[in-house]
């Protein structure tokens, strides 16, 4: 494969899910389209003066199927195209998109070119459908350029007239058409007549060279408190064999059940080697470890706040860092640092 000189070249991958479904002629069930026919689907794309190419996924899937090992191929993917194309559009299920954009937005150190995340409620070959739109508009998120300089060098998520930075996201509505909210980052761009870029709020590029990391760790898991949470539920997950860290959810600032047996579990578990991360159950808001009583012993015992940082963010994040194999305190220092604009902290 060849670059078009004097053109913007795009790559646009297709993972799967809805957005690239169009329904059977003959059992009239939605299935994926062959992008190989893109063109006839959507001869608009024409009227663009750029080259795109597509590269989809073998086989598609929907994205609650989504796994790490499909992470590591799409970087992969970008990683063997990067010099070849200036952007990249990510077609992939909405249901575990903010999950894929964290996880990349770690993988694809000193990115300096736009990687678009889309999708859509409804799919390409339904009428009213929000594809069209969030496709079309991505393309031109990626293609985007001012004084030979790409406008958004990081991994971001656009959907319903809103550009997002993709670890900041969570899937918050099933139904309506804006699905994704970044409840403690300000939007990239909106899209209405224009596309009105937020340049402040957007990654600078670093020029250096793309570091493509694919060593994830996978002995993570989450453990979302609820009033009334027993000794055997927090017992048995911190028994998983080989358990390194554990996201506990927990309430408003970073609050939890102040119970002696609870926090001696925690307390025992840190002290086998355990990292415990504090994230909030709220979509927007931070942890604030000793703003209450019922964090304090959080604090003292060795918890680590997570600050404002998504659960999808958190958990991609860990699996990064513990994959690179960082000493525990240079990972907790990690931990409370804002490395890919995933955190902020004041
Ligand atoms: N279940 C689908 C998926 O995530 C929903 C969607 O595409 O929005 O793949």
Redesign the pocket.
């Known amino acids: 494969m060849t670059r078009t000189e004097n053109k913007t070249n795009l790559l646009v991958i297709y993972t799967?899910?809805?957005?690239g479904m169009m329904k059977d002629p003959d059992s009239g069930a939605l299935v994926p389209f062959d992008f190989e026919h893109i063109y006839d689907q959507m001869p608009i794309l024409k009227n663009f003066d750029y080259r795109i190419d597509f590269h989809s996924f073998d086989p598609l899937?929907?994205?609650?199927n989504m796994k790490p090992s499909f992470w590591i191929r799409l970087a992969r993917i970008i990683e063997d195209n990067y010099e070849l194309y200036d952007g990249f559009v990510v077609l992939?299920?909405?249901?575990?998109?903010a999950y894929t954009a964290s996880a990349l937005s770690f993988m694809l150190e000193n990115l300096n070119k736009p990687v678009v995340f889309t999708?859509?409620?409804l799919p390409m070959g339904v009428i009213r459908t929000d594809g069209r739109e969030n496709f079309l508009a991505a393309i031109e998120i990626a293609a985007a350029k001012e004084e030979d300089t790409v406008v958004v060098p990081e991994v971001s998520i656009y959907f319903e007239n809103q550009l997002m930075r993709g670890n900041r996201t969570t899937k918050f509505n099933a139904e309506r058409f804006n699905?994704f909210v970044s409840g403690n980052y300000p939007l990239l761009a909106e899209v209405g007549v224009h596309i009105r870029y937020q340049y402040n709020n957007i990654l600078k590029p670093n020029f250096k060279k793309l570091k493509v990391h694919t060593q994830l760790d996978f002995n993570v898991t989450i453990l979302k408190l609820f009033p009334g949470i027993s000794e055997v539920v927090v017992k048995s997950t911190l028994s998983i064999p080989g358990l390194k860290a554990l996201i506990l959810e927990t309430f408003g600032s970073g609050n939890a059940p102040t119970d002696p047996w609870f926090i001696n579990c925690l307390e025992q578990a840190i002290q086998n080697g355990l990292l415990i991360l504090n994230v909030t159950q709220c979509k927007s808001g931070s942890v604030d470890i000793g703003k209450y009583e019922t964090s304090l012993d959080l604090g003292r015992i060795g918890v680590v706040g997570g600050f404002d940082i998504t659960t999808e963010s958190a958990l991609a994040k860990l699996m990064y860092l513990i994959g690179e194999g960082y000493p525990k305190e240079r990972l907790t220092e990690l931990l409370q640092t804002s490395i890919r604009g995933e955190m902020t902290i004041e």
Request: hydrophobic share 20%; no cysteine; aromatic share 0%.
């Open positions: 799967g899910g809805t957005i899937i929907d994205s609650s992939h299920g909405s249901d575990t998109m999708g859509s409620q699905a």
